[in-house]
Nanobody, 116 residues
Framework: QVQLVESGGGLVQPGGSLRLSCEAS????????WGWFRQRAGRQREFVAT???????NYDLSVKGRFTISMDKAKNMVYLSMNDLKPEDTADYFC??????????WGQGTQVTVSS
C-alpha cells in the first residue's frame, strides 16, 4: 500500500495562508482520487477536497473559493493551498489516496492552527 506523508501545517493568523503537501511513496498512475480530510477537535473526520485522476476537483462548501487542490504527478505530490484561513479551519489535516478499486490509504496528518 502506498505511504502518504503530509507536511506544511503550522500556526497562522486569521486571514493568513498555508500550503499543505502530501507526498506518496510510490507512483500510482491509476489512482481514482487523491485529497484531504480534516478532523476538528471533538468532531468526526470530514471531507475537504479531492482531485481525480483526470484533474477534476471537488470541494466541501465550507472551503470552496478559499482552498485549492492541485497535484504534480511527476513528483507524486498533491497540494492544498489554503487562503483566508479562519479559526474554524483549525484541525488535523489528513491526506488520502484511493485506488481504482476504492481502497484508501491515509497519511498520519498535519496540524493546522488558525489563531491570533
Amino acid at each position: 500500500q502506498v505511504q502518504l506523508v503530509e507536511s506544511g501545517g503550522g500556526l497562522v493568523q486569521p486571514g493568513g495562508s498555508l500550503r499543505l503537501s502530501c507526498e506518496a511513496s510510490a507512483r500510482n498512475p491509476d489512482f481514482y482520487g487523491w485529497g484531504w480530510f480534516r478532523q476538528r477537535a471533538g468532531r468526526q473526520r470530514e471531507f475537504v477536497a479531492t482531485i481525480f485522476n483526470n484533474g477534476k476537483t471537488n470541494y466541501d462548501l465550507s472551503v470552496k473559493g478559499r482552498f485549492t487542490i492541485s497535484m504534480d504527478k511527476a513528483k507524486n505530490m498533491v497540494y492544498l493551498s489554503m487562503n483566508d484561513l479562519k479559526p474554524e479551519d483549525t484541525a488535523d489535516y489528513f491526506c488520502y489516496q484511493d485506488t481504482p478499486e476504492r481502497a484508501r490509504a491515509w497519511g498520519q496528518g498535519t496540524q493546522v492552527t488558525v489563531s491570533s
